[in-house]
Structures are given as structure tokens and as C-alpha cells.
């Protein structure tokens, strides 16, 4: 893992990884992400970004999720996700998966992978709906997105 990994972090999210291999019988690679997704109870679905209609649905799903965690939040969000070029991401919310399926087919795997691991890594649901005075550092949001690497 990324040197901007803790060693707790570390240890933690291999524990996690350690589960899910026992969970799926300890399989040969290359691992079916499809049996990983069914184990974690996580649906994939795609979307394209090129639809109009899907900042006004992601604002409203966040709006509903934020509204919930983290109050005031949500009066940011349809300006953040408007400004963003997400190719993917995960809803902690509905334990579902989105890839924009304008992101060329060779990276789905990877990008699939990936959000994943911020399902797995139960901290990172709170750092996944906005900035606050510690996320708005740069270092704070390589160190979460190397975590899921």
C-alpha cells in the first residue's frame, strides 16, 4: 500500500481483505470481483456523465444521505458535484456502486476494485459527502484515496 497509509490503516484494511478471501474459500486469482460484490451485499450499475439527469439524481441521493450525517452539508452539494468529474463512486447508503460508463472499458475492473475498497474501509464513508476543515487538505484526500488502492 501507498507510503501515506498508516501502519494501523494498513494492518486494518488487510485484516479486511484477509476476511474476504477466507469468506470466498481463499480463491486462485484472478479474483471475481462479481463474488466480492455478492459477499458485501454491493450492487454495480452504470451511468453515463454525459446525462443530464444524473447530477440532478446524485444531488438529491447525497442531499437525502447528508441531511441524515452531516447537517448543512447538503446546501453544498449540488455546487460539488457539479464542479466534479467523477468517474465512480460508491453510496454507502444504497451499497451501490456507480462507474460512468463513458471511462473506457479496460479501467472498469480497476475503478470497480477500488470502490470496493472504500466499502471495505469503514472510516472512509465519513469522508465521502463534502469538506470540512480537515478534508479540504489535499494530503487528507490522497491519504483516503491511497487507502482504497
Not at 449540488?78 to 451499497?95: E, G, I, V
Amino acid at each position: 500500500m501507498h507510503d501515506l497509509v498508516g501502519e494501523l490503516e494498513k494492518k486494518e484494511i488487510r485484516s479486511q481483505i484477509d476476511r474476504i478471501l477466507r469468506d470466498l474459500g481463499n480463491p486462485e486469482p484472478p479474483l471475481r470481483l462479481a463474488d466480492v460484490r455478492k459477499l458485501l451485499d454491493l450492487d454495480l450499475e452504470y451511468y453515463r456523465s454525459s446525462d443530464p439527469g444524473l447530477v440532478t439524481e446524485l444531488t438529491h441521493r447525497f442531499t437525502l444521505f447528508a441531511r441524515k450525517t452531516l447537517p448543512d452539508l447538503h446546501l453544498h452539494l449540488a455546487s460539488a458535484l457539479a464542479k466534479s468529474r467523477l468517474c465512480a463512486f460508491w453510496l454507502p447508503d444504497s451499497s451501490r456502486i456507480l462507474i460512468d460508463n463513458d471511462v473506457p472499458e479496460p479501467k472498469h475492473r480497476w475503478i470497480e476494485a477500488h470502490e470496493i475498497s472504500h466499502s471495505i474501509t469503514e472510516w472512509h464513508k465519513h469522508f465521502l459527502l463534502g469538506d470540512n476543515s480537515h478534508t479540504l487538505d489535499p494530503a487528507c484526500h490522497a491519504m483516503i484515496e491511497a487507502e482504497a488502492i
